[in-house]
C-alpha cells in the first residue's frame, strides 16, 4: 500500500472537515438567525466551498504528479468495538479527487447563485444548513475508503434532498413529493446495505470496504449466483439514487424544491452518485455477466422511457431532470459495457452542462421576453404536436404525458398492497387489544 | 460507607420529598417546580456514578445466607447497569419540564416520582425479589395513572396483559427457586417479560395504551425497559441457545412489524407506540448474544431509544396541549413558529432510525457489525426496520410541522420546553459524534453479562439448587449427558468461541477468551466435573476447538489463527482501479469525442431554440 504524502493527506482531511465545520457553523447560526445575517452564512459558505475546492485541486494536483496508484487515507477511527471499528478512511485515486473536486466546483458555484436566488427568503437558514448536509455528504460519498463512510454520505445526501424538495413546506405538494422522495432512498439504502452485509456474511471478510475491490481473489470465494445476489442488490441500490426503472417516478416530483437544489441534485451531482457507486462496483460487476446485462438494461429501459417523457414535459424543471436521466441511463450502459473512461468524462461533462441549464431555468421567460424585444417580434416556435397522430403514436404520447405510468404502476403493485396488508394487521391488533376495528391511512 | 449512604440519599430522598410535598396543600405549578428541581437532583446524584469510581463498584449485600430468591446482593452497581441509573430520573426530569399545565395534576406529579424512584432502585439491584416486586408495583402506579372513567376499557386491557406477566413472571421465578422445571421457569419468564415489552405476538396492548390511554405514564413505564433489565438479569445467564433465538427472532419479527405499522398510522399517539414497539423489539433482538459487540449495541440502542422516545412522544403532547388529538393525514404546520421543537423532534426520529452522527446510529452499526457472520438475519431485518422506522418519522415530521396552520393558534414554546426538547437532541448528537468512552463500558458490560451466564453453568454443577442448568441436569437424569450439558452451555456462552469462529480474530483477544474458557473448565474440574469432563477437556484441547492445557494455549491459538485464515486475501481499496493512474492506458482521443456526441439529440420542442434541453 501507498503511503500518502502529507500534502495528500491534509489535502483529503480539509475537503472533510470544511463542509463538517461549515455544517456545525450553519446550525449554531440558525438557533439565532436574527444575529447571523444572511450575508454571514453566504460568506461562511463561500469560504468554507473555496477552501474545500482548493484542498481538492491541491490533493487531485499532488496525486496526479506524486502518484501513481490508489492511496488509502486513514484519520483514525470514530469509534471501535471489539473487532469492528468505523474508521474514517478515505481513498484517493483519480475517480474520487476527481468527483469530489468536480462536485465542490459545482457546490461552490450553485451556493452562489442560492445566495442571491434565495434572498430574504424564510428559509434561506434552513436551505444553507441542507445545502452543507449534503456537501459534506457528496464529499463522504466521493472519497469513501469504507461503507460506513459511504453509507453516511449516502444517507446525508437522502435526508437533505428530501427535506429540500420539501423546502417549501406551506404548500402540500412538495411535502408529499419529499415523503415519496425519501421512500424511495430509503429503498435504496437499504439495498445498498443489504449487499454488503452480505458480502461480509458470505465472503467473510473483516471489513466491508471490500465491496469495491478490483481484484479478482476477492470475489473468488463467492460462486456466481452470491456475485450476482450481490451486484443486483447494488443495482437497485443505484436505481433508487439515480432514478433508473421502476423508481424513476421520483424525478419530477423532486422539482418541488427550489430551481439550485434541483440543479445541484437532480441536475448535477445526487442523481450521479449512484452512478459513482457504480463505478466503483465495477470490478464486483465484471465477475456477473447476469448483473451487467442487468444494468444494462436497466440503463437503456431508462434511456428510451426518459427521452420519450421528456419530449412531452409541460414545465421546464420537469423537461430537464428527464433530459438528465437520459444521459445517466446511458452512463450506467456505458459502465455496465466496462466504458469506464467514458463514462467517468461522460458524468463531468453532463453534470457541467446540466448545472448550467437548471439554473437558467428560472429565467426562461425573461430571456424569451429579452430576445423578442431584440429582434422586435415573437419567436416562431413550429407546434409538431398539433399533427395528426397514428394509433401507437397516440399511445405512446399518452404513456409520456403519464411519464410511463411508473408510478401508478409502483403504487398499484408495491405501495397499495404494503398499506392494505399493514392495515389489516392493524386492525387486527385494535381487534386484539379490544379496541375499535379500522386503520390508519398510508403515506 | 458514608459516601454511599449519602448518594443513596441523594437518589431517593427527592422523589419521596416529592411524593410528601403532594400530601400538602401546595399548588400545583409549585409541585412541579420542585418536583423539577428534585429531579434535578436526583439526575445528578445517579451521574455521580461516572464521576465516582467506588460507586461504579457499589455491592451491598443481603445479611445472612444468599438465596436465589434474594440474590446474589440487595444493591449493586455495575458497568452494565451504571448508565440505566440515570435512565429514570432523566425520563422524570424531561416529564416534570415539559408537561403542558393544562395536563398536570398533583397525584400524577406524585405517582412520577414514585414510578422514578420504584426504576431507580430497579437498576441498582440483582435481586429477584425485588425485581418482582417493582415489577408489580410499576404495573400499579400504571394502571393507577388510567384510572379516569375515560380510560376504563384501556385500563382493563393493559391491566389484563400486565398482570398477566406479573403473574408469569412470580411463577417462573417460583420454579427457579425451588429448582423444578428450570425449561419451563425459563419460558414463563421469558413469556412475561415479551408481554411487558410488548414483543409480537403480546404486543397489542402497547399501542393501545399509548393512543388511548395516557401517554406521559405510558412512556415512563416503557421507556426504561425494566423487561430487558429482568432478561438480562435473570433469564440470560441461564438460558438454552434455542430460546435465546427463539426469542431474538420474535423480537426482529416484532421490529419489523412495528416499523410497517407505524407507517401507516393516522394517529401520531399510535405511531409513537408502533416506533416504540419496534425499537424495543431491537434491544431485544441483541439479546440473542450473537457477539460481545451485538449485545454492546442493543445494549447502546436502549439508552438512545429510551430518551428519543421520551422526547418524541413529549413533542406529541406539547403539539397536542395546543392543537388538540393530531391527525397524521393533515399537514399541521407550525415550523415556522417552533423551529427549534421541529428540529429537535426530526434528530430525534433519525437517533431512532439510526441516522449517522446520533447514538443510534452507533448502537445499530454495532449490532449490525456483531451480528452479521453469525446471524445474518439480524443485520437484514435490522436494516429493513431502520427503512420502515425512517420513512415514519419523516412521515411524522412532515405531518407535524409542514403545512399552513389551519388557525392563528399561539404554537410559541415556553423556554424551558424549548431547552428541554434541545437538550435531549443536542444529548444524542454529541454522544453519537464521540461514542467511544459509552461504546467502551457497553462492550464491558456485555463481556460481564456473557460471563455471567458461564459463571451461573458452572455453578449449576456444585450446589446451587436455583440455577436453570441444574435444573436441566436434573432434569437428563443420567451422569454422562450432565456434563454434555454443561459443557455444551460454557461453551455456547463463551465469547471466545465465538469470537474465536472469526475469520479476521485478533490473537491476543482469542488468547484472553481461550484462557477464559480453560479457566472455567478448571472450575468445573475442581468442582466435582470428574475425569470424564477431564477428558473431554483434552479431547477439546486435541482438537483445538476450545481450549488447551497451559503450555500449549499460545500454541494452539496460533495454529487456530493459522487454520482460520481465509485461502484468499481481500485486496484493500488501495486496489481499485484507477482510470488517472499512470500505469494504464490514457483515454483514447475517439472515445472523448464519442462520449462528447452522446449529448446530442433531439431538441425539446417547447423550449425557444437558444434555450436548448438536450435530453
Known sequence: MNLPSAVLSASVLIMFVSPLVLLGLLSLAAAYPHRFSEKVVGRWTQLALVVGLAAAITGLTDYLTTGSDPVVISYGTWFSFGHGSFAVEFVADGLSLGFAALALSICGVVSSFSFRYLHREPGFHRYFIQFSMFVLGITLVALAGTIEVLFAGWELIGLSSALLVGFFHERRAPVVNALRVFVVYRISDAAMLGAAILLHHWAGSGSLSQLFSSSPSSVSVLDSRQVLTIAALLIVAVSGKSALLPFSGWLPRAMEGPTPSSAVYYGALSIHAGCFLLLRAEPLLAQSDGARVLAALLGLSTTIYATIAARVQTDVKSALSFASLTQVGIIVVEIALGFRWVAFIHIIGHVCFRVLQFLRAPNILHDLHDIENRIGGHIDVAHDDVAPLRRWTRGLYLAALERGFVDSLLDRFAVDPFCRIVRRLDGLDRVLSGGRHGAGEGP | ?615
Open chain 2, 1 to 615: 460507607m458514608t459516601c454511599v449512604v449519602l448518594w443513596l440519599a441523594a437518589i431517593g430522598l427527592p422523589p419521596l420529598l416529592v411524593a410528601a410535598l403532594g400530601h400538602f396543600g401546595l399548588s400545583t405549578e409549585r409541585l412541579r417546580s420542585a418536583a423539577v428541581a428534585c429531579a434535578g437532583i436526583s439526575v445528578a446524584a445517579c451521574s455521580a456514578i461516572f464521576v465516582v469510581p467506588a460507586l461504579r463498584a457499589l455491592t451491598v449485600a443481603w445479611p445472612g445466607e444468599a438465596h436465589y430468591l434474594l440474590g446474589d446482593a440487595l444493591l449493586r452497581v455495575s458497568e452494565f447497569s451504571a448508565p440505566l441509573v440515570v435512565l429514570p430520573s432523566a425520563l422524570w426530569l424531561v416529564t416534570v419540564a415539559v408537561t403542558p399545565r393544562g395536563r398536570l395534576d398533583r397525584a400524577g406529579l406524585k405517582r412520577t416520582a414514585l414510578a422514578s424512584l420504584s426504576l431507580t432502585i430497579a437498576f441498582l439491584t440483582e435481586s429477584p425479589l425485588v425485581l418482582v416486586l417493582i415489577w408489580i408495583l410499576s404495573n400499579g402506579l400504571f394502571l393507577e395513572a388510567l384510572g379516569a372513567p375515560k380510560h376504563r376499557r384501556v385500563r382493563r386491557v393493559v391491566g389484563f396483559y400486565l398482570w398477566g406477566s406479573a403473574a408469569l413472571l412470580c411463577a417462573g421465578i417460583a420454579l427457579l427457586t425451588v429448582g423444578i422445571g428450570g425449561t419451563t421457569g425459563a419460558w414463563l419468564i421469558f413469556v412475561a417479560i415479551l408481554i411487558r415489552k410488548g414483543i409480537f405476538p403480546f404486543h397489542a396492548w402497547l399501542p393501545e395504551a399509548f393512543e388511548n390511554g395516557r401517554l406521559g405514564p405510558a412512556v415512563l413505564f416503557s421507556a426504561p425497559q425494566l423487561g430487558t433489565y429482568v432478561a438480562i438479569l435473570l433469564v440470560i445467564p441461564h438460558a438454552t441457545p434455542g430460546m435465546l433465538r427463539t426469542v431474538a427472532t420474535l423480537s426482529l419479527i416484532t421490529a419489523v412489524y412495528g416499523g410497517a405499522l407505524a407507517v401507516v398510522q393516522r394517529d401520531a399517539r399510535r405511531a409513537c407506540g408502533y416506533l416504540f414497539v419496534s425499537q424495543s423489539a431491537l434491544v431485544m433482538a441483541g439479546l440473542d448474544c450473537t457477539s460481545v459487540e451485538a449485545l454492546a449495541g442493543s445494549l447502546i440502542i436502549w439508552i438512545s431509544a429510551a430518551l428519543a422516545f421520551a422526547g418524541m412522544t413529549r413533542t406529541v403532547l406539547t403539539l397536542e396541549a395546543r392543537r388538540g388529538r393530531l391527525d397524521l393525514g393533515v399537514h399541521h404546520g407550525g415550523y415556522e413558529q417552533m423551529p427549534v421543537l421541529a428540529t429537535s423532534f426530526l434528530v430525534l426520529g433519525l437517533a431512532c432510525t439510526g441516522f449517522p452522527g446520533t447514538l443510534g446510529f452507533v448502537g445499530e452499526e454495532m449490532l449490525v457489525d456483531g451480528a452479521v457472520r453469525s446471524f445474518p438475519m439480524l443485520g437484514l431485518l435490522v436494516i429493513v426496520t431502520s427503512a420502515l422506522t425512517g420513512i415514519a418519522v419523516l412521515r411524522m415530521y412532515f405531518s407535524l410541522f409542514c403545512g399552513r396552520p389551519a388557525a392563528a393558534l399561539e404554537l410559541r414554546l415556553h423556554r424551558g420546553e424549548t431547552t428541554t426538547f434541545a437538550a435531549i437532541a443536542v444529548t444524542l448528537v454529541l454522544a453519537g459524534l464521540a461514542p467511544q468512552p459509552f461504546v467502551e463500558s457497553r462492550i464491558r458490560a456485555s463481556h460481564t453479562i456473557l460471563l455471567r451466564g458461564t459463571e451461573n453453568s458452572g455453578r449449576a454443577t456444585r450446589h446451587s439448587s436455583f440455577s436453570l442448568s441444574r435444573s436441566l441436569i436434573a432434569e437428563r437424569g443420567s451422569t454422562e449427558p450432565q456434563r454434555d450439558g454443561v459443557l455444551e452451555s460454557i461453551l455456547k456462552w463463551r465469547p471466545g468461541i465465538q469470537l474465536g469462529s472469526q475469520v479476521d480474530g485478533d490473537v491476543r483477544n482469542q488468547l484472553r477468551h481461550q484462557q477464559r474458557v480453560r479457566t472455567s473448565i478448571a472450575l468445573l474440574l475442581f468442582l466435582g466435573g470428574g475425569p470424564a469432563l477431564s477428558q473431554e477437556a483434552e479431547a477439546l484441547d486435541k482438537t483445538g476447538t476450545a481450549c488447551g492445557g497451559p503450555s500449549s494455549v499460545a500454541g494452539q491459538i496460533e495454529e487456530d489463527a493459522r487454520a482460520r485464515e481465509p485461502a484468499f486475501r481481500f485486496p484493500r481499496v488501495d486496489d481499485w482501479p484507477d482510470p488517472w493512474s499512470r500505469g494504464r492506458s490514457s483515454l483514447p482521443t475517439s472515445m472523448a469525442s464519442s462520449s462528447a456526441s452522446i449529448t446530442t439529440a433531439p431538441v425539446l420542442e417547447r423550449i425557444p431554440h437558444r434555450l436548448e434541453i438536450r435530453p
